[in-house]
């Protein structure tokens, strides 16, 4: 009987996420209006515009008919200005990470953290919804850019996006916030880990720099290991190249960069090794159906999407086996 009441004294009363959009509300207003967002902000803005001011200068001079030229604006470079998809790939992460590494530890610091969870909010709840708060912060943020350079080329160029051309845009920006999502969750892992704001924003950023500069390397040194190349059949080349392949998509940047490809370029037909074979009879240079380049990348987004989820769940756990002190 004792037993019994005891269970029935430590079980939760009402909802686990019971107070989830107060702390995503609360959490998004302090993202928006604090001085290292808005800076971030500023940054990509300039970027962005001196990006898609290239682009169009670039599409002027070279372009005369294509059907997605607004998608242009995304993929062309000119020296020293990368292309902007490029250069999104290297700042989405920074500001995830810049989003959520004090998340957590920065209430242990403030001693805000017993105050916050002696309200009717469950743990469930406030980690869910700083997760919630950074990944929609994230998400507005690049929809403003998305809109910026949609504007910027209907003012430059004279020509409406076609629908075909807005929804590949728009499944980008997916692309982008589910690529998002994974360096939100891994800074909140190291943010519940580390007490320290700076050793969570170091942590995380090696993370990013061993997948940015280093995973390349180790996949050019593990896969002759792993598939090695002795009589040069085109089996062996096919496997090597294969194995390489799937080893290289560990990395959420190999993930994005490929669905990116797929995207913005709707020639693209293959993600994957293609033989001569498979060629025959393809009309080589027509652009794909959108259903058809999703198809391509709907594994690429899957594994985006787990791996944040995943992150997350290691972060909930780590929370749960706080403790937390007054």
Do not use: C
Request: charged share 10%; net charge neutral.
């Amino acid at each position: 009987m004792q037993a019994q009441l005891d269970v029935q004294a430590r079980r939760r009363e009402g909802s686990p996420w019971t107070g989830v959009w107060a702390v995503v509300a609360k959490e998004m207003a302090d993202h928006l209006s604090s001085v290292r967002m808005q800076m971030l902000e500023l940054l990509i803005v300039v970027t962005a515009s001196g990006t898609v001011y290239m682009a169009m200068n670039n599409i002027r001079s070279t372009i005369s008919e294509d059907a997605f030229i607004l998608l242009k604006l995304f993929t062309l470079s000119q020296d020293p200005v990368p292309a902007f998809a490029g250069l999104l790939a290297f700042l989405v992460p920074l500001v995830a990470i810049a989003l959520a590494f004090d998340s957590v530890n920065g209430e242990f610091n403030r001693r805000t953290m017993s105050r916050v969870l002696a309200q009717p909010i469950y743990r469930d709840a406030l980690l869910l919804g700083k997760f919630l708060a950074a990944l929609f912060t994230l998400a507005l943020v690049l929809m403003a850019i998305w809109l910026l350079i949609i504007g910027l080329g209907i003012f430059g160029l004279g020509i409406p996006p076609s629908i075909s051309e807005v929804m590949r845009a728009l499944w980008f920006w997916v692309a982008s916030v589910l690529y998002g999502s994974v360096w939100i969750a891994l800074a909140l892992v190291f943010s519940v880990r580390f007490r320290q704001p700076a050793t969570a924003a170091l942590g995380a950023l090696a993370v990013w720099l061993f997948f940015t500069v280093f995973w390349d390397m180790i996949v050019g040194v593990v896969t002759p290991l792993l598939s090695p190349v002795t009589y040069n059949t085109l089996e062996e080349v096919v496997k090597q190249a294969q194995v390489q392949l799937m080893i290289s998509r560990i990395s959420p940047n190999a993930l994005y960069a490929e669905a990116m490809v797929a995207l913005l370029q709707p020639t693209v037909r293959s993600l994957g090794i293609v033989l001569s074979s498979q060629l025959q009879g393809m009309l080589l240079g027509a652009p794909l159906p959108l259903a058809q380049s999703l198809l391509l990348i709907w594994p690429h987004l899957t594994a985006l999407a787990a791996g944040a989820i995943l992150l997350f769940a290691i972060a909930y756990v780590l929370f749960q086996r706080q403790e937390i002190r007054a």
